[in-house]
């Protein structure tokens, strides 16, 4: 039988949607006020965890974050290419923070701060760091230009602005967490594939400090802590 969500979507069903989506956010020309991202996003945070722990959703597990990212960042662009115009439409910044709730939902699961969650193994989850820091990178960097940006629309956003910056921080916390899940006692000297995705991880962790700079004292401490680690 297949495992259903509490919206009635099984876990095929909801990695489809969302890679549905995905493709849909790369075309050109897209009215993202035409999609309900609600009913999109929706079933993945009401996954349950006996579902996430099944080995058809951690096969799927680089996909899903990969489309979220995917995701985050045509609404980015979006949101930009309406700053540029003068005009705002603060839904799709709404949108910007509830992929990035849905992502740290699902990478706290990951990491097993939910009980009864296994120790992660690399196969499925050695490329998700990427992903990750390319979120934090793309959040980070909209949140540190947003005051010159968003000009006169700046105090109509700021309330959303401030929230993605403390979920883009929260995500990043437990980053630094899955990390050390995800590495520790790993011989990736000896593993070729596997040694690339960490030297990845350490020359985009190192982008993600210019990008930091500047911003809050407590973000550029916590980013060079990860980096230092690594």
Not at 107 to 125: D, F, I, M, N, R
Not at 187 to 195: A, D, I, M, Q, W
Request: glycine content about 4%.
């Amino acid at each position: 039988m297949s495992q259903k969500s509490t919206c009635g979507l099984s876990v095929s069903e909801t990695v489809e949607n969302l890679n549905d989506f995905a493709k849909l956010c790369l075309q050109e020309n897209v009215d993202y006020e035409s999609f309900n991202l609600t009913l999109c996003l929706q079933p993945a945070k009401e996954l349950p965890l006996h579902i996430i722990k099944t080995s058809s959703f951690q096969e799927t597990a680089y996909g899903f974050y990969q489309d979220l990212e995917t995701v985050f960042q045509c609404f980015l662009k979006s949101l930009n290419k309406q700053l540029i115009e003068g005009t705002l439409k603060v839904e799709l910044l709404k949108n910007c923070v509830n992929v990035v709730d849905v992502f740290y939902l699902f990478l706290k699961t990951l990491v097993g701060l939910q009980e009864g969650v296994s120790p992660l193994g690399l196969p499925h989850y050695n490329c998700i760091p990427i992903v990750t820091l390319d979120l934090l990178k793309a959040s980070y960097q909209h949140c540190k230009n947003s005051e010159s940006a968003y000009g006169n629309n700046f105090s109509i956003a700021t309330e959303l602005l401030q929230s993605l910056y403390q979920k883009t921080f929260m995500v990043q916390k437990l980053f630094s967490i899955f990390l050390n899940k995800l590495f520790l006692d790993q011989n990736v000297e000896s593993k070729p594939e596997e040694l690339e995705v960490y030297q990845n991880v350490c020359i985009k962790l190192l982008n993600l400090t210019s990008v930091v700079d500047e911003m809050d004292c407590n973000l550029v401490a916590v980013t060079w802590k990860i980096l230092l680690r690594c």
